[in-house]
Structures are given as structure tokens and as C-alpha cells.
């Protein structure tokens, strides 16, 4: 079992930063470590991942060019840092680890494929 514990949410206004933290630990098998929002009212989405086999990433496209993902192994920690903010990328965001598997599964996008969640930290922008 994995414990996730996100950090780094809060408000702020639309084009600026911020970054979010997950401080990983237990035993990771995963073969990805990823990010996910839920809006109000909206299914929970994938927003990007980090293949922990190659650390190749994947971005949904919304984000793509603002969102960087990354981390850091020796501290067991993923970082996705959020530039440029809009008002729609308002939700709570979720640190995810994926199941583990062999290194054609690649990244994982879909929910059902990720196994422990942190608990949230929420990201509000203002217009």
C-alpha cells in the first residue's frame, strides 16, 4: 500500500503559478505516477502523468505547454507545476499511483488503472 500526500493547492488569480507537491510513501511498484482533477459537478479527469520505468511524460491536451510534471526519486516526491492558470482548471487535484505493470502498458490515462489516491488539495482561480 501506498500512502499519497498532496500539498500546494490554494487561490490565486488567472495567469499565475503554482506548483503541487506529493510526498509518496511505502512500497512503489507502480509503473506511473500521475495527477487528476475534479471540478464541481465533473467526472474526475486525468491531467499528466510521469512513466517512473523512463520518465517520459503525458499531458491531457488542455494543458499541454502550461503543466510541467516531474519528481524527484530519491525523495519519493512528484511535483506538477501549473503555469499560466485559467479559471477551468479550477478543481481538487489528486496525486495517483498506478498499478504496476510491465513497461508496454505505458503511461496509464485511465482512472480504473490507478490504485492509491491522495487525498486532494484544492486549486481555485480567480478571473
Known amino acids: 500500500q501506498v500512502q499519497l500526500v498532496e500539498s500546494g493547492g490554494g487561490l490565486v488569480q488567472a495567469g499565475d503559478s503554482l506548483r503541487l507537491s506529493c510526498a509518496a510513501s511505502?512500497?512503489?511498484?507502480?509503473?506511473?505516477m500521475g495527477w487528476f482533477r475534479e471540478a464541481p459537478g465533473k467526472e474526475r479527469e486525468f491531467v499528466a502523468a510521469?512513466?517512473?520505468?523512463?520518465?517520459?511524460?503525458l499531458y491531457t491536451p488542455s494543458v499541454e505547454g502550461r503543466f510541467t510534471i516531474s519528481r524527484d526519486s530519491a525523495k519519493n516526491t512528484q511535483y506538477l507545476q501549473m503555469n499560466n492558470l485559467k479559471p477551468e482548471d479550477k478543481a481538487v487535484y489528486f496525486c495517483?499511483?498506478?498499478?504496476?505493470?510491465?513497461?508496454?502498458?505505458?503511461?496509464?490515462?485511465?482512472?480504473?488503472?490507478?490504485?492509491?489516491w491522495g487525498q486532494g488539495t484544492q486549486v481555485t482561480v480567480s478571473s
Open positions: 495517483a499511483a498506478s498499478v504496476p505493470g510491465p513497461q508496454s502498458l505505458g503511461i496509464p490515462t485511465l482512472r480504473v488503472l490507478y490504485r492509491d
Open positions: 511505502g512500497r512503489i511498484s507502480s509503473v506511473a
Open positions: 510521469i512513466s517512473l520505468v523512463d520518465d517520459s511524460t
